[in-house]
């Protein structure tokens, strides 16, 4: 009887680094989407194409795509404080685009 090889499992220890982090808010009121891509450059708004409002932020270098819900993703971000701080800096333009509570928010929703 052949003698079988005996294999083994290599044991693997990869590196990694975070590169991306996706996380998601709800401001819980409704955005007026256009009059948003309409006051900032960094805003597309094309709702043929895509439900959602696409903000470029520079620093950090992030992406948020807003939606009417007031339910934002944020992508892009390497760490916990830059979506902190992407979604502040956010906060600061949609403020004053507000159409009231989202109807998830009216119903007794969260």
Not at 14 to 28: T, W
Not at 74 to 92: D, L, M
């Given at each position: ?52 409002a ?12 807003l ?33 009231g509570p ?7 929703g969260s």
């Amino acid at each position: 009887m052949a003698k079988e090889a005996k294999s083994k499992t290599p044991v693997l220890k990869p590196n990694f680094k975070v590169e991306n982090i996706v996380a998601s808010a709800d401001l819980g009121v409704e955005l007026d989407l256009y009059a948003i891509a309409k006051a900032s450059p960094d805003v597309d708004y094309e709702p043929e194409q895509f439900p959602g409002a696409i903000y470029k932020i520079h620093n950090p270098k992030v992406a948020l795509l807003l939606f009417k819900n007031g339910k934002i993703i944020c992508t892009g971000a390497k760490t916990n404080s830059e979506i902190k701080k992407a979604i502040e800096q956010v906060i600061k333009v949609v403020r004053h685009y507000t159409l009231g509570p989202s109807q998830e928010e009216s119903k007794g929703g969260s």
